[in-house]
C-alpha cells in the first residue's frame, strides 16, 4: 500500500507566503516524480509544478517565478514554497507521486489535498 500525505496550507492574505509538504510512505521501490496540481471550486485540476528523480522541475506559467518546489526523494517528499500568493492562488492543493511498488508496477497516487486560501 502506498499513501501520500500532505500538511501545510491554511489561510493568508494575498501578497502572503505559505508552503505545503507531501510525503509517501508504504511501498516504495522507486520514486519517478513527484509534484502538485490544484483544483478551485468550478474549475478543472491544472498542474502547479513537479519535480523528477533526475532533478527536473516544471512549473505551470501561472507560478513561475512566485512558487518553488523541491524534492528530498531520500525521505519520499516534496515541498511547495509559494510566494506573492493571489487570490487566484486559492484551491485544493493535491500533491502525486508516480512510483514503481515493484521493479515492474508503477502507478500515481494521489493525496487527499490541502486546502490553500487566499484573501484579498
Known amino acids: 500500500q502506498v499513501q501520500v500525505v500532505e500538511s501545510g496550507g491554511g489561510l493568508v492574505q494575498a501578497g502572503g507566503s505559505l508552503s505545503v509538504s507531501c510525503v509517501v510512505s508504504?511501498?516504495?521501490?522507486?520514486?519517478?516524480?513527484m509534484g502538485w496540481y490544484r483544483q478551485a471550486p468550478g474549475k478543472e485540476r491544472e498542474k502547479v509544478a513537479s519535480v523528477n528523480a533526475g532533478g527536473g522541475i516544471d512549473y505551470s506559467d501561472s507560478v513561475k517565478g512566485r512558487f518553488t518546489i523541491s524534492r528530498d526523494f531520500g525521505k519520499n517528499a516534496v515541498y511547495l514554497q509559494m510566494t506573492s500568493l493571489r487570490f487566484v492562488d486559492t484551491a485544493t492543493y493535491f500533491c502525486f507521486a508516480y512510483l514503481y511498488t515493484t521493479p515492474r508496477d508503477s502507478n500515481a497516487y494521489w493525496g487527499q489535498g490541502t486546502q490553500v486560501t487566499v484573501s484579498s
Open positions: 508504504g511501498t516504495v521501490f522507486r520514486l519517478v516524480a
